[in-house]
């Protein structure tokens, strides 16, 4: 009979893990429903797209991602199978914030759909699904942390190898990824130092799963890192800040810069529900800490656990973005910052177990920042489309005028200034100011990568100029084309597109 009740709990257990899993990929679908019918693509996807080429992947440390991406494709040689890519990291996500957000709730009361949906809507994560080609690896990575830092298993040696496992793929898909493991292990003994029921079983874990990742990180750093990352772009990318007073001031700077995106992505009174979620979090972790030192009887675990209790709000904040801010060229992207997710997740469960009396505020908070997140990922979704049909026109436009002066008279092309952004974007990056770190110029001076995947797309196989002094001042005598986009002139055999000449203002009469 206790068998069959198990087993009959379980099912019921399965049933809502279905459910809340299909609600999920409903919701999700729905927000990247522009992406899934746009056709389009997204800063190195151009690469990608003409040379079937995902190997670099090994070269950013990320070998995972391209022998994952071979499996798929069945051979090295890469097809656009877009949107598969993106369907296919929601669906592996969604699957493991289900399955992880299970222990923290009783099936079927909607909690877990809306902790998954605290993970997969975030400003910082719409960058990652716009790319055509990354978003498997990066998305699949997020999941992996997860279930590396929240499943539980009986025995301690099974728990740290699967764990250990699960977080060391996790780096080999993106290395950000682990910034979520870190942010869970602490909620985790947050979680069991707040409640003291099973204290001892909560820290437990949160021990083995910081063991488990510690060890994924210098297996990573020792054996991975040095096979892998081999070229000198990313060998400077991961120098690490120097051991002095001025090193001490560049993390300073760092710190510094990565708040300032975090903020960026909050305009106006978005910011509130946000911001109360993130200071009710610290204000419970500071009632947690008070409560273990008025302790009569306060042994030394207690002073840890008050320690630990008092630390915990601005360890959460440094590790969104993790050791990026150890980085002495850190580059503070929005794919790069997705850890806030997990952060914004910590301080609401926090605040919900320390103040109970405020679970409907923090539930409105936490709804009221979903949906300003899933109409800012729609409108970034949207922006893209719209860039990427106004780049494609622009670089066919720039295919035909060197067509007019002839192959035989181009030697190489130079660009001065930048591509600019399509002018129906403009309100979307008046409203979302982040959306000017996610939606770049397609052609810029000095960026050979994207100008020869868009040129060689539009069939213009033409050497990428280095721009020198005089070639700027180069003043023409006869220019080919003037336009609003640019204007193109020849200098010898050099075909010149300087997208700084054009002074052009849209006529706002008819608004």
Same mark, same amino acid.
């Given at each position: 009979m206790w068998d069959k009740f198990c087993s009959s709990m379980l099912n019921i257990k399965q049933q809502f893990v279905v459910k809340d899993f299909i609600i999920i990929i409903l919701v999700l679908f729905a927000i990247v429903s522009p992406l899934l019918a746009g056709n389009v693509y997204y800063q190195d996807d151009y690469h990608r797209l003409v040379s079937g080429n995902v190997s670099y992947w090994i070269n950013n440390g990320r070998p995972l991602a391209t022998w994952l991406t071979w499996f798929i494709n069945f051979t090295t040689m890469v097809s656009d199978t877009s949107p598969l890519s993106l369907l296919l990291g929601i669906l592996g996500l969604a699957a493991s914030l289900v399955i992880s957000f299970c222990r923290l709730t009783k099936p079927g009361n909607g909690f877990t759909i809306l902790m998954s949906l605290a993970i997969m809507l975030? *400003?910082?994560?719409?960058?990652?699904?716009?790319?055509?080609?990354? +978003?498997?690896?990066?998305?699949?990575?997020?999941?992996?942390?997860?279930? #590396?830092?929240?499943?539980?298993? *009986?025995?301690?040696?099974?728990?740290?190898? /699967?764990?250990?496992?699960?977080?060391? $793929?996790?780096?080999?898909?993106?290395?950000?990824?682990?910034?979520?493991?870190?942010?869970?292990?602490?909620? /985790?003994?947050?979680? #069991?130092?707040?409640?003291?029921?099973?204290?001892?079983?909560?820290?437990?874990?949160?021990?083995?799963?910081?063991?488990?990742?510690?060890?994924?990180?210098?297996?990573?750093?020792?054996?991975?890192?040095?096979?892998?990352?081999?070229?000198?772009?990313?060998?400077?990318?991961?120098?690490?800040? *120097?051991?002095?007073?001025? =090193?001490?001031?560049?993390?300073?700077?760092?710190?510094?810069?990565?708040?300032?995106?975090?903020?960026?992505?909050?305009?106006?009174?978005?910011?509130?529900?946000? =911001?109360?979620?993130?200071? $009710?979090?610290?204000?419970?972790?500071?009632?947690?800490?008070?409560?273990?030192?008025?302790?009569?009887? #306060? +042994?030394?675990?207690?002073?840890? +656990?008050?320690?630990?209790?008092?630390?915990a709000p601005c360890l959460v904040l440094l590790t969104i973005s993790g050791f990026l801010l150890l980085l002495k060229d850190a580059e503070f992207a929005p794919r790069v910052m997705g850890a806030f997710s997990a952060a914004l997740v910590f301080n609401f469960l926090m605040a919900r177990q320390a103040f109970p009396k405020l679970k409907i505020m923090l539930n409105f908070f936490l709804v009221m920042y979903l949906l300003f997140t899933a109409t800012f990922m729609m409108a970034t979704f949207r922006a893209l489309v719209n860039q990427s049909n106004f780049d494609q026109a622009m670089v066919i436009s720039m295919s035909h005028d060197l067509a007019q002066v002839g192959s035989e008279n181009i030697s190489q092309v130079a660009i001065i200034g930048k591509s600019p952004q399509s002018p129906d974007i403009s309100p979307a990056i008046k409203h979302y100011p982040l959306l000017k770190e996610i939606i770049y110029p397609s052609i810029e001076e000095g960026f050979d990568f994207r100008y020869y995947a868009l040129m060689n797309r539009a069939m213009a196989f033409y050497p990428f100029a280095i721009i020198t002094p005089e070639i700027k001042a180069y003043i023409p005598t006869h220019i080919i084309s003037a336009g609003c986009l640019y204007h193109f002139y020849m200098d010898g055999k050099t075909a010149i597109f300087n997208f700084q000449a054009p002074d052009c203002k849209m006529s706002r009469k008819f608004l």
């Open positions: 975030s *400003p910082f994560i719409s960058q990652s699904m716009l790319y055509a080609y990354d +978003a498997m690896g990066i998305l699949l990575s997020i999941g992996l942390a997860f279930l #590396a830092s929240m499943l539980y298993f *009986p025995q301690r040696i099974n728990h740290f190898i /699967i764990s250990f496992i699960l977080f060391l $793929a996790a780096l080999c898909l993106y290395q950000t990824a682990v910034n979520y493991g870190f942010i869970n292990i602490l909620l /985790i003994g947050m979680l #069991a130092i707040t409640q003291r029921h099973d204290t001892r079983k909560g820290l437990q874990h949160a021990a083995i799963a910081l063991a488990a990742l510690l060890l994924a990180l210098l297996v990573y750093k020792l054996i991975v890192v040095p096979l892998c990352v081999t070229d000198p772009f990313n060998q400077t990318r991961s120098v690490m800040v *120097p051991v002095s007073a001025a =090193g001490i001031g560049m993390v300073g700077h760092n710190v510094t810069q990565s708040l300032a995106v975090l903020l960026e992505a909050f305009p106006g009174y978005s910011l509130l529900p946000v =911001g109360g979620i993130f200071v $009710a979090g610290a204000c419970a972790c500071y009632k947690t800490g008070f409560s273990w030192l008025i302790n009569k009887k #306060a +042994a030394i675990s207690d002073y840890l +656990a008050a320690s630990l209790s008092f630390i």
